[in-house]
DNA sequence: TTCCAACTGACGAGTATGGA
DNA sequence: TCCATACTCGTCAGTTGGAA
């Protein structure tokens, strides 16, 4: 290196620098989705990241690759998330899309609860808790369109146990799954609709994020929605039942069995009158 | 494919508590 | 006293697996 690019050097490295500091400092936010949405990133709905089973079906699992679309690689460490832990961090996400991601979301437990239209027994309290240390716990890595992000759902979380408010924070990073056409924003009401119904629930996600959805096999289905039924007739039933209650709610307008394909028709949305 | 029984979790009504 | 929040407990609905 010669005398005369010694300047030039210290002014580049300067730059790099500041940038770095810059990019550390920036304002990161997530998209503002409409209040009757809550916004999900696809890898989550196209993916066996919250699994169609209920609570005490959880498994353990250790760096395994989870059952996703094409284009999404999900691995997870942790106690396996279900639809229930999906409506908690889409809440959490909700509440937090209107400040920087790395800031503190707080909020009361019976808010929370109320805001998912869930009762507020000891019960469901209990349940939130523990919802909210499986999604602090857990390790994801979800790669989408050449975008990684890994880490934890929920960076971390504070509770006052006299008052009963809680204060979580998101990992900034999450925002690298919100890129564009990449998330989804899913209709609240439906959602809420079809409570207790978790298959129902990730396929009301699932063909969300398809605008135009195409057949799909009813083992690729089982897959996706991490189901633990074994039995091809069992599950078949399910998934009958589960998208009945999905053109119940409106968000079908039909769906029919051709062999081992599901093939589904979206209902037109809904224009509300003023 | 349908029916059934057992199990589990969610829900809701009634009540208690604490702060303004 | 009123209101928001929290707690207890009984009931109901959903899920599952097995049998027919």
New binding site residues.
């Given amino acids: 290196m010669t005398k005369k690019n010694r300047p030039l050097d210290a002014v580049l490295t300067r730059m790099q620098k500041n940038l770095a500091e810059r990019e550390r400092n920036a304002v990161i936010q997530l998209p503002l989705w409409p209040e009757p949405k809550r916004g999900a990133p696809n890898s989550f709905i196209r993916s066996a990241l919250f699994a169609?089973?209920?609570?005490?079906?959880r498994q353990y699992i250790k760096e395994a690759v989870l059952a996703s679309q094409d284009g999404i690689t999900v691995k997870f460490t942790g106690e396996q998330l279900n639809q229930?832990d999906l409506d908690v961090w889409e809440t959490i996400v909700h509440m937090a899309r209107e400040q920087p991601l790395g800031t503190f979301c707080s909020f009361?437990?019976?808010?929370l609860?109320?805001a998912m239209?869930?009762?507020?027994?000891?019960?469901?309290?209990k349940?939130l808790h523990s919802t909210l240390l499986r999604l602090t716990a857990c390790a994801v890595e979800v790669t989408h369109e050449g975008k990684t992000y890994f880490g934890p759902l929920i960076k971390s979380g504070a509770k006052d146990e006299?008052?009963?408010?809680y204060g979580v924070e998101l990992n900034k990073g999450i925002i690298r799954l919100f890129g564009e056409n990449q998330w989804t924003a899913l209709d609240w009401q439906q959602r809420q609709e079809l409570?207790?119904?978790?298959?129902?629930q990730a396929l009301h996600a699932f063909y969300s994020s398809h605008r135009e959805p195409f057949a799909v096999k009813l083992e690729t289905l089982q897959a996706y929605t991490g189901?633990?039924?074994?039995?091809v007739?069992?599950f078949?039933?399910?998934v009958r039942?589960?998208l009945s209650q999905l053109v119940n709610v409106g968000f079908l307008s039909a769906f029919k069995f051709e062999g081992d394909l599901v093939q589904v028709e979206r209902a037109p949305p809904l224009v509300k009158r003023a």
Avoid: E
């Fill in positions: 169609a089973i209920q609570s005490k079906d229930t009361t437990a019976h808010g609860l109320k239209g869930m009762g507020t027994g000891n019960s469901q309290h349940q006299l008052t009963r408010h409570r207790s119904q978790p298959l129902a189901s633990r039924n074994k039995q007739a069992s078949k039933r399910q039942t589960a």
